[in-house]
């Protein structure tokens, strides 16, 4: 249902999500090659990298609609400088696997930026105008300007999207959350190689009324922008 001030409401949980289209932008979390593609870093890994592909169509089609509407779209890669000066040794021993970030791996240096794993995958490739957030972290605000981007462009809301669950996605919309954004979550369009952590990526979000924001199907978004 429309309201007069050009407020759509979305059936969503907890409650209904009160959608301004023109201050609400897509943004776009992390589908990169190396995540999605068989023979990159996440199967690598040994991870079922059909838990995150099947988020690729809904994706698509919400990509799609929104572009069509005219509407915001940003993206994000996770990845570090060539030189690695961003990535905290940490990070760089964590999980102590065979190879790790900055290491040579079938789609060039694992999550160094300019490498084709690093890259979005082909089909939800970025259009010109597009924002693209390189990221050295898990959430899309740490280390970034994208805060920057969204006040300038007079974002309040945003519908957030990609993989994973439990992990970036989650971590971005905490960051929202408590930088005054309304995030709403569509199910279908997050993954985890988990499903169990996808699960409760999305309970974590709309607990306790909201605490972070909302979660729908994807179907209920395009049905808004239709």
């Not at 959430?139 to 993989?163: K, P, S």
Request: include cysteine.
């Amino acid at each position: 249902m429309t309201q007069p001030n050009g407020t759509k409401s979305i059936d969503a949980e907890p409650y209904a999500f009160d959608f301004v289209p023109q201050k609400c932008a897509l943004l776009i979390i992390d589908m990169q090659r190396d995540f999605l593609e068989p023979g990159g870093f996440g199967e690598m890994l040994g991870n079922d990298v059909s838990q995150l592909r099947r988020t690729i169509e809904p994706n698509k089609a919400l990509l799609a609609a929104w572009r069509g509407a005219g509407l915001q779209v940003l993206h994000t890669r996770e990845g570090h400088r060539g030189d690695l000066a961003d990535l905290p040794p940490a990070k760089k021993a964590r999980g102590r696997s065979e190879k790790t970030i900055g290491d040579l791996g079938p789609m060039g240096r694992i999550l160094v930026r300019g490498e084709d794993g690093h890259d979005i995958i082909a089909e939800l490739y970025p259009q010109s105008g597009e924002p693209v957030i390189d990221k050295p972290g898990k959430g899309a605000f740490f280390a970034t300007d994208l805060h920057a981007i969204l006040q300038n462009r007079g974002i309040e809301q945003l519908v957030v999207t990609g993989v994973t669950t439990e992990v970036c996605v989650n971590t971005t919309v905490r960051e929202a959350n408590d930088r005054g954004y309304e995030c709403l979550v569509p199910e279908d369009c997050v993954g985890s190689y988990f499903p169990e952590f996808h699960e409760a990526g999305l309970k974590m979000i709309k607990a306790q009324g909201g605490i972070f924001g909302w979660v729908t199907h994807s179907a209920k978004i395009l049905s808004a922008l239709s």
